[in-house]
């Protein structure tokens, strides 16, 4: 009962934000644009690494290419989602407009993390899937049924992980009011996502495993693909996840209790 | 014998409010060492709402009334006291206890900006699980009582402000709430607007026996909405009673200007014992306690020769302008 009200509730946020965005023809195509330019600059810049050095960090050009189309997806995901909703909480909270959604018989979370959408990001994700696609065949990975299971529950894993750590930062601004420059610098940290793990010194590699785990996010899942991944790995992805996702949502509860509405 | 809905006791609610002192060098001491102080907002407050009062809360600016309202719609955590709305505790937000209420705020919109209002109803009724056939009536219903027809259809960014008013209301009550508290509903919007919003709300109370909480700063919504009002100042209930004896209390007597047929007839009445506030030749003001009006009007009537006489009432605006700066009222 309750999950059908919430999937009626997402296919009108579907249809109000298409609505909404489809206002705008222009901006759509622009958007559309840019991300085809932003996969072929990716493309362009992984090639240049690898263009007198076969391999970087153990990793082939094809082998990399697979990181890039995860990343392609995490970031089409990002575009779509994330980016319309999260940022907008900051605004809520500045505006006071955080009122109407905590009024609402629904839950606060599910509200503000899907309402908008923004239409561009698919093809982004269509692209970084089109990619992997190709990657597939390029670097001969046979699609069995635990491939195809363990890729979905990494990859879904490092969606969870990467939304904890946006909205998390965007549940600060109840305290903190603004905090743009914090969601800058976790956008920052992702485009490194773009790279191999191993591509980088002993130091950031415990700093992007531990205190912002890049890793986890698109290196684990590449493993995965290329059947490097071990079990000890894919297992602490999920609990990761987990950890990730219930923090944040207890985060979020705590936080609205300090909540103290804008002034009118 | 109607019950209480609204049960507010002891409440109260501080914040902490940071201070800046001004110039580059408060700036940058602001930036390193913020100096926050706990302030008290609302102060100790208690009273009681029955089911389909219509309750105006006054007070100047910064006074407390729209943290009131939140706290009675749980936006807000009270730091003491208790609330108890319809039989629930606000700040718990109890699905049944969101669908028994609405907050409508004249400065603040929940209409989604880029469509037309029918949207954003059609996706409130689905939060409020409200199925389709049943939204579509509510929506003919409170379109016609509010006279709204062609806008519900028009982008809301191309609404004027009294449309899209109009709007917000409709996607605020599209669940028939039996609370709605209103913060200013009327902000900024035309005479005519006005009045059609305030024609509204009576009709929709008397439809509905909904329970209407406001704040406004126009004493015309005061006026024809409310018998009774909760006065603030400075966190704390100043006056809490029927507003026409908060009217009668603040404003003891009438102004009666008389134009008598002569100015010797004016001179006579001048010396006969009623406090004047003014004469000039044949014209003088007078004022006369509002318990003797009936008395005083027939003496003056019998005892000398009247060419027309009216009766002024001091502007409300000026009279419940002294219950925003005053602390106490008793009644």
């Not at chain 1, 609402?104 to 239409?119: A, E, G, M």
């Not at chain 1, 684990?220 to 602490?236: A, D, H, N, R």
Request: aromatic share 12%; hydrophobic share 45%; charged share 20%.
């Amino acid at each position: 009962m309750i999950l059908r009200k919430y999937l009626k509730v997402y296919k009108k946020f579907l249809h109000t934000s298409l609505a909404s965005e489809l206002e705008y023809k222009t901006n759509i195509l622009v958007d559309l644009i840019t991300s085809i330019l932003s996969l072929v600059g990716s493309i362009f810049l992984l090639s240049i690494f690898f263009q007198n050095n076969g391999n970087i960090g153990g990793w082939k050009f094809e082998q990399a290419l697979i990181i890039q189309a995860i990343y392609t997806i995490l970031n089409g995901i990002t575009n779509t989602w994330f980016n319309p909703n999260l940022t907008e909480i900051v605004k809520h909270i500045r505006e006071g407009t955080l009122d109407f959604v905590l009024l609402k018989p629904i839950d606060s979370q599910f509200f503000i993390s899907l309402k908008k959408i923004n239409p561009s990001g698919f093809l982004e994700i269509m692209l970084g899937f089109f990619l992997l696609l190709f990657c597939i065949r390029i670097n001969q990975i046979n699609l069995s049924l635990s491939f195809l299971s363990l890729s979905l529950i990494t990859i879904s894993c490092s969606i969870c992980i990467l939304y904890s750590l946006w909205f998390f930062i965007s549940t600060t601004t109840i305290w903190f009011v603004k905090t743009w420059n914090a969601i800058e610098v976790l956008r920052s940290f992702l485009y490194i996502g773009r790279f191999p793990l191993n591509s980088f010194s002993f130091s950031l590699r415990v700093f992007f495993s531990i205190f912002i785990p890049i890793a986890f996010i698109t290196t684990i899942p590449s493993e995965v693909f290329l059947g490097l991944s071990q079990l000890w790995k894919i297992l602490l992805e999920v609990f990761v996840a987990s950890v990730f996702l219930i923090t944040s949502r207890k985060f979020w509860l705590f936080a609205l209790k300090f909540y103290s509405s804008a002034s009118s | 014998m109607e019950q209480n809905i609204i049960d507010v006791r002891n409440l109260s609610k501080s914040f902490d409010i940071s201070s800046k002192e001004p110039g580059l060098k408060g700036t940058i001491k602001h930036f390193f060492r913020r100096q926050t102080k706990s302030l008290k907002v609302i102060k100790d407050i208690s009273f009681e709402i029955k089911e389909g009062e219509i309750v105006g809360f006054l007070g100047a600016n910064g006074a407390g009334k729209t943290t009131i309202l939140k706290m009675l719609c749980g936006l807000i955590y009270p730091s003491k006291g208790s609330i108890s709305v319809s039989g629930y505790l606000p700040f718990r937000r109890k699905e049944n206890f969101l669908k028994n209420i609405t907050l409508i705020m004249g400065q603040k919109q929940q209409l989604i900006w880029d469509l037309p209002p029918i949207e954003s109803f059609y996706l409130n009724a689905s939060i409020y699980d409200i199925d389709k056939f049943e939204a579509k009536r509510r929506i003919k219903k409170l379109s016609e009582m509010l006279e709204v027809d062609e806008e519900l259809f028009i982008p809301v960014r191309k609404l004027s402000l009294g449309q899209r008013m109009k709007s917000e209301l409709l996607a605020a009550l599209i669940h028939e709430p039996n609370i709605l508290f209103l913060d200013e509903p009327t902000l900024g919007l035309d005479i005519n607007a006005q009045r059609n919003l305030r024609k509204f709300l009576i009709k929709y109370n008397k439809e509905t026996n909904a329970t209407i909480c406001l704040t406004s700063h126009y004493m015309k919504d005061i006026t024809s909405l409310c018998k009774r009002v909760i006065c603030v100042h400075e966190g704390a209930i100043s006056y809490d009673g029927k507003l026409d004896l908060l009217l009668k209390k603040l404003s003891p007597v009438k102004e009666i200007l008389i134009v008598c047929s002569s100015e010797e007839d004016a001179i006579k009445l001048e010396n006969s014992g009623f406090t004047v506030k003014n004469k000039n030749k044949n014209e003088i003001t007078i004022k006369i306690a509002n318990n003797s009006i009936t008395s005083s009007l027939k003496t003056i009537l019998n005892n000398f020769d009247i060419e027309d006489l009216y009766i002024n009432e001091p502007p409300i605006d000026e009279v419940i302008g002294k219950v925003l700066i005053k602390k106490d009222y008793e009644i």
